[in-house]
């Protein structure tokens, strides 16, 4: 088994997190279709589980599910991240537990049901993190990972992407599919594996292009003054054809949601 994760999640780029720029700029992602949750919560065979999730950051899933759930334990090491979603929908819900700390540290308060993890788990130190979930999921219960808040086959995709590869922070990115990578490393045994029916969705050109700079690869503070300008008119720039009327953008949104056991 290989030990080492791929250089571009170390914890140098993940703590990136930690600043209150990329908490600010965070509720401007588009949000996960609603059959995301849909899809989550018909794995639950009991009303009263509880769930614990991972790399909570605003509690976007964790505040979406307190309703339906015992109850959430929400870990994530980025105070800002948690204040921000405290100010939120659901955020003093009290079902939820906001606990800030690393996942591979923290007072954990099993058994739980679920572990979902969104847009997370690549930042975790994965040989500790999987046997941590094993430890505290009961058996019948699944680790879910979610992924999918960006736009889906917009057609400024190529031009935006040449933009990012231009301007991002991270300088070890590389294309990888992390599920295959979880399984071919022996930390997952995968079950299930759905996408969301693609939906629409609209929003202004200012906040989409705001929204990058809650990536850790585009923070503010890691491009600098100068580069976040120049990024933001240029991308505002090859956008201009596609915004409507009302200074919108219009694009489709798909959540992938797959899950699984996780393995020692
Ligand atoms: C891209 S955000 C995803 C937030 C949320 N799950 C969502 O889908 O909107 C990733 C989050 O993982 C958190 N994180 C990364 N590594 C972590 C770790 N080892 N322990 C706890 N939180 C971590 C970051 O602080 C950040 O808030």
Redesign the pocket.
Known sequence: MKTSRPRQYWNDY?SR??NRSLAETYELRPPYPDETYKIILNLFRDSRARVLD?????G??ARALVDHVDGVDA????QE?IQVGKSLVNGDHPNLRWING???EVQLYPPYQMVTA???IH??EWNVVFPRFKEVLMPDGHLVI?DG?RPIEAPWHDAELSLIRRYSTNRHHEQIDLIQELVNRGHLHLIGDKKTTPVSFSQSLTDYVQSFHSRESMSKEHMGEKNVKAFDSELSHILSEFVGDEGFLTFQLEARVTWGRPLT
């Open positions: 993940a997190f930690k991972v790399g909570c950051g605003t976007k899933i870990v994530d090491f980025s991240m690393p996942v591979e969104a847009a997370s930042w975790m979610i808040d």
